[in-house]
């Protein structure tokens, strides 16, 4: 287990359409988080699970967006009805545990990314 | 308010030079985590430092150093000997310990090391 892997990797979707994205964690990780990035921009939160809960969502994820981590090992991020305002990078990362008080010790990890483009 | 800002969008250093790239955050919170993530063209984000609220002693990783001034809010990352393969975006971040599990990331310095 070499770290976060999400799949795919490029995404080019006509607007209205529905996408869904994989994330696997690290096999020992807990904690999954979704992230989206925008152009110049840094990474902006959208929501995480802790084991195969869904704990915390950002207003960002509107009602098109969807996040299941269904055996809390992989996760998956639907859109549907896609808009050209989804396009963007998105990031997902594994963490062991909050971190607290060592950070560096239990640091999250991120993927490579998917990135999405909505024509 | 912005939680993490970074002002410069960005910065050239010339191959084994020293180069310091800001960050200032702001947060209520007493516990508070800061961090230095490294962006290459792949997309992937690298982590590259820590630093506690409580730690009195700055982080050091390496060729990485994080300049730690509690009073101003201000978490500076440098960068010591840059290198070729140090060009990428960097990011500073902030994790409120009390308040979410979410990090707070700023806009980024594009960093251009010049050989």
């Known amino acids: 287990d070499t770290g976060v892997s999400q799949d795919p990797r490029h995404k080019i979707t006509k607007r209205g359409q529905n996408v869904t994205f994989r994330c696997d964690p690290i096999?020992?990780?807990?904690?999954l988080y979704w992230y989206r990035q925008t152009l110049g921009q840094g990474p902006e939160f959208l929501t995480y699970?802790?084991?195969?809960?869904?704990?915390?969502k950002s207003r960002l994820l509107s009602d098109r967006f969807s996040a299941e981590r269904p055996k809390g090992s992989f996760s998956t991020l639907e859109i549907q009805r896609t808009e050209q305002g989804d396009s963007a990078m998105y990031l997902c990362a594994s963490s062991a545990t909050s971190g607290q008080p060592r950070e560096a010790n239990y640091g999250y990890t991120f993927g490579s990314g998917t990135r999405l483009t909505v024509v | 308010a912005q939680k993490i800002t970074q002002t410069q969008p960005g910065m050239f250093v010339q191959e084994k030079e020293a180069v310091t790239l800001d960050c200032t955050y702001d947060t209520s919170d007493q516990s508070y985590g800061l961090f230095w993530y490294k962006q290459p063209s792949s997309g992937e984000m690298i982590f590259l430092i820590y630093q506690g609220s409580y730690d009195e002693q700055n982080a050091t990783e390496g060729r990485y150093s994080l300049n730690f001034q509690k009073a101003r809010k201000s978490a500076n990352l440098v960068i010591s000997a840059s290198q070729l393969g140090d060009s990428a975006m960097y990011f500073c971040?902030?994790?409120?310990?009390?308040?979410?599990?979410?990090?707070?990331f700023g806009t980024g310095t594009s960093l251009t090391v010049i050989p």
């Open positions: 971040a902030m994790r409120e310990y009390l308040t979410g599990n979410q990090f707070y």
């Open positions: 096999s020992e990780h807990n904690r």
């Open positions: 699970f802790q084991n195969e809960a869904q704990l915390e």
